[in-house]
């Protein structure tokens, strides 16, 4: 756990009571991951997957940052403090409060921002993906995207397309969860639109995405665990896991676990 982690979880802990999912990974060893106590949506990246963008923000050292999807703030605020120590200078979130207790998932993520120090870089705004991506977006280009809002067909295609006209050509693109519907089909509209995608073996599974040769160079120095075109996983080894833990959730939930 770098101190980034560590500074974000600590502000977490103290600010809203939260419960770990998958502690040992999901589709690959990783996690853990949190959602609020009580609330089966929305659930974190996994501490794994934070580390991802810890080493990648190290190296690769992006200005400014966007974020589609920010739930209760975890991975925003651990992108937004990675950066603050490398010299970034702006990240953006867009969320539009729709999932789980979502107004209350916001105020514990600006509150997060603000007890981690990360609130003069990192603006988390309300608005939905694609349509509000043009109001939001207060750079022309932004060096690190993450694309982790609904995952659903076509939405994350959508999600895609709406980001693009603000990614330049050494941007890097993250999707989240590529075991989920939707986000093949986004990673496979990527490569159409010149991208090279490397798969990253986390708990529950990274693509990271970028038009230049010499950056795409670069990610695979930085993860040489990855995987360019692994091809399309099945979805129905990731979706009975999840299952498993929705079910024993409102098992536990019924008999007051």
Request: hydrophobic share 40%.
């Amino acid at each position: 756990m770098d101190a980034s982690l560590l500074r974000v979880i600590t502000a977490l802990n103290r600010i809203a009571e939260t419960s770990l999912v998958w502690p040992q990974g999901l589709m690959n060893p990783g996690g853990p991951h949190r959602r609020l106590k009580g609330h089966h949506y929305p659930i974190s990246i996994g501490e794994d997957e934070c580390a991802v963008f810890g080493k990648l923000v190290a190296a690769l050292r992006p200005e400014q940052a966007f974020i589609i999807g920010n739930a209760f703030g975890f991975s925003s605020a651990y992108i937004a403090d990675v950066m603050q120590k490398n010299g970034g200078k702006s990240v953006i979130s867009l969320d539009n409060q729709s999932e789980g207790d979502g107004q209350r998932a916001a105020a514990i993520a600006q509150e997060l921002s603000l007890s981690i120090g990360v609130d003069g870089i990192l603006k988390n705004k309300k608005g939905s993906s694609p349509d509000d991506i043009a109001k939001s977006v207060e750079e022309k280009t932004y060096d690190l995207i993450f694309i982790d809002g609904l995952h659903r067909h076509p939405q994350v295609t959508k999600d895609f397309h709406g980001v693009l006209p603000y990614s330049g050509p050494r941007s890097v693109i993250v999707f989240h969860d590529s075991w989920i519907v939707g986000v093949p089909e986004a990673v496979a509209e990527a490569k159409k639109a010149g991208f090279r995608c490397l798969w990253i073996p986390t708990s529950c599974e990274m693509i990271l995405a970028t038009r230049d040769p010499a950056r795409f160079d670069e990610l695979r120095a930085i993860f040489p665990e990855g995987v360019e075109d692994r091809g399309r996983r099945s979805y129905v080894y990731g979706y009975l896991l999840y299952l498993q833990e929705t079910t024993s959730f409102h098992l536990n939930r019924l008999f007051g676990r």
